[in-house]
């Protein structure tokens, strides 16, 4: 059939606006499965990006966003201070790459795709100049706006703008986020002075967070070292309730809120950033072809990122120099650790350096060998997780570990630890963890757990991470698969943060019906892997948390041939035991699937088999052994 309209749908809250353009010639292109939902309860005809969409876009993002983030990396400085340039290029490069190149990439792949494909004589969307937030930095309607007028006016297409008010929007009064803002920096100082008068005679271990089981983590090394103190950066107010008395009672420390702006009434780096940008203009000039996609022009929605969002970032970089070099100047510091390499924790990291820190990156995140594309997509992925600019990079298993040499990290950097903060099983009470977690009904079942990592079209990370209608298609996949063995519970764990406009019921409803699976949100992931005779996902932390407590994998991926680790191929008489399966073509999976149970879970074969190459023996000692400063 002939479409002569297409209409691009990003946000469900923006369908009803769009409603009278409907008929007979109108096809939607949904880009998110929240717009999908709201699509099929207008019963309108739509297609999403599962089928424009493909390997060689993935490959298309990867190459052209490494090329634009090398131009850009090369001219990055806005500061004669190493700690605060380092820390602003890390951060930077992360929010650049995730919420303008990769996502700009990504749109003008789909939407060429879909336009070579219906052919519209127009193109309609809708927009509002209200912004919203994605990850604290800021986003607007208009930039897929700039996006989707400049294709068309490439393609000499007739666009059409629409407006829709956000009624979920939420209003801020100025004035009392102001006074807000200085109350935080008066409790700010106060901490400070309370944790040098209280705590200057005891040793400090650092965590930047307590998420990720950092908090885990600081406790079990600061129980190691006498006289210490786990102090925390960064808390939640979930936090901040249950550890209120251990805060009073002196057995932790961890600060309410970090400074702020009123703190700083002008910006010592503005006119260096300004120089920055000035910069990265001239060098955007200089190389419009790579700049230009399909008649989109990515430098400038670069430079307008650089001028407005990216800015914001920069100054808080600012103020968190100032505050964690105020603490590890004044403080007896022994270690500090953090997740990842991008804000605060880039700025940790960089200070530790200064200050002669013992301090670890233990990455909350899997880095795994790769090949091809995918290797330089992970490559990137990897500076937002270790980057460089701490003293120390924590492997946690052995794939971590031949990530890092094969990145050319220096050996003198990397320990050998072991898990700190991956999932930590123990094998007891499974029966009542199961009847607690999924029903009596359930108990003697044998578990199929899928965990997954979908990206947000706004943070996009191509062939590492699924799209998100990669991951509802994949899931689908397998609950069919499996819809017909009725010796297994299919559990799938969603994280709800991956779905951020939806309701756990909205969740649920893009995922097929059946007797032997279900959707879990709540609960703690280690419970669910206690349970789990297999593991089933594309790429994740999950992975090697599985193979580290010997808990067997399938990587399933019916797209792109992308496999996280090396698995053995499941496919025609290619079928034997192992820790870790691939499935790379729909056809083979519901057989793979079967082979599995029969031959793996069933005559539980995880001690025939070697689980050796996936993982260290956990050793703290080796992170003790690196305290310089202990006396």
Not at 211 to 223: P, S, T
Not at 309 to 326: C, D, G, T
Not at 566 to 587: A, E, T
Request: hydrophobic share 40%; with cysteine; aromatic share 12%.
């Amino acid at each position: 059939m002939k479409y002569t309209r297409l209409i691009i749908v990003e946000r469900a809250v923006q369908v009803s606006a769009l409603s009278k353009y409907n008929n007979k010639q109108t096809v939607f292109l949904s880009l998110t499965p929240e717009t999908d939902l709201e699509l099929t309860r207008k019963e309108f005809h739509y297609v999403n990006t599962l089928d424009f969409f493909k390997e060689k876009d993935h490959s298309f993002v990867v190459n052209r966003s490494h090329k634009i983030l090398e131009l850009i990396r090369s001219v990055y400085d806005i500061s004669d201070d190493f700690v605060i340039n380092e820390s602003c290029k890390a951060t930077s490069i992360f929010y650049l790459r995730s919420v303008i190149i990769n996502y700009t990439l990504l749109m003008a792949s789909i939407i060429n795709n879909a336009f070579d494909y219906f052919k519209p004589l127009e193109i309609i969307l809708a927009t509002t100049d209200e912004s919203y937030i994605y990850d604290n930095i800021a986003g607007h309607d208009n930039f897929l706006q700039e996006i989707v007028e400049q294709y068309c006016s490439y393609k000499d297409v007739k666009f059409r703008r629409v407006d829709y008010s956000d009624s979920k929007k939420k209003t801020t009064d100025i004035r009392s986020g102001q006074i807000k803002l200085l109350l935080h920096s008066f409790v700010f100082e106060l901490q400070m002075l309370i944790f040098k008068l209280l705590y200057k005679k005891r040793k400090a271990v650092i965590g930047i967070s307590t998420a990720y089981n950092m908090d885990r983590l600081v406790k079990e090394v600061a129980d190691k070292i006498q006289n210490s103190v786990p102090l925390y950066i960064t808390v939640s107010k979930k936090y901040i309730k249950n550890n209120i008395l251990d805060l009073i009672t002196g057995r932790k420390f961890f600060f309410l809120f970090i400074p702020n702006r009123f703190l700083f009434k002008k910006s010592k780096i503005e006119k260096r950033y300004q120089d920055f940008t000035n910069e990265c203009r001239m060098v955007i000039s200089k190389n419009t072809g790579l700049f230009c996609i399909n008649g989109i022009n990515l430098g400038e929605s670069i430079l307008k990122y650089f001028d407005d969002a990216l800015f914001n970032e920069v100054k808080k970089i600012e103020y968190y120099n100032h505050f964690i070099s105020r603490l590890l100047s004044s403080a007896n510091i022994v270690t500090a650790f953090a997740p990842h390499c991008v804000g605060i924790n880039a700025v940790l990291g960089a200070n530790s350096k200064k200050y002669n820190i013992p301090a670890f990156i233990v990455s909350h995140g899997t880095l795994t060998k790769q090949n091809n594309d995918s290797k330089r997509e992970m490559q990137e992925h990897s500076q937002s997780l270790i980057g460089d600019l701490f003293p120390y990079i924590a492997a946690q298993t052995k794939k971590q570990l031949d990530f890092l040499k094969d990145a050319g990290v220096d050996d003198s950097r990397v320990v050998n630890t072991g898990s700190l903060i991956y999932a930590n099983i123990h094998m007891h009470n499974i029966e009542n963890i199961k009847k607690r977690l999924y029903g009596k009904d359930n108990v003697d079942k044998k578990i199929i757990l899928h965990t997954g990592t979908p990206s947000m079209t706004r943070f996009f990370e191509p062939f590492i991470f699924e799209t998100q209608h990669e991951y509802v298609s994949n899931i689908n996949d397998i609950i069919a698969s499996l819809s017909e063995i009725f010796s297994v519970h299919l559990v799938v764990k969603i994280r709800t943060k991956h779905f951020p406009n939806m309701s756990v019921a909205d969740i649920k409803s893009l995922f097929i019906d059946s007797n032997n699976s279900d959707i879990y949100m709540d609960g703690i992931f280690e419970e669910y892997l206690s349970t789990a005779n297999l593991l089933v996902s594309y790429s994740s932390t999950t992975i090697e948390e599985a193979l580290s407590m010997k808990v067997p994998v399938l990587q399933y991926d019916p797209n792109r041939s992308y496999q996280h680790i090396d698995g053995h191929v499941l496919c025609d008489h290619n079928y034997k035991v192992s820790p870790i399966y691939s499935v790379l073509d729909k056809k083979n999976l519901k057989c793979s699937l079967q082979f599995i149970i029969n031959n793996h879970i069933n005559l539980n074969n995880e001690d025939k088999l070697n689980w050796s190459e996936f993982s260290f023996n956990k050793n703290i000692n080796k992170i003790i052994n690196k305290f310089s400063r202990i006396q």
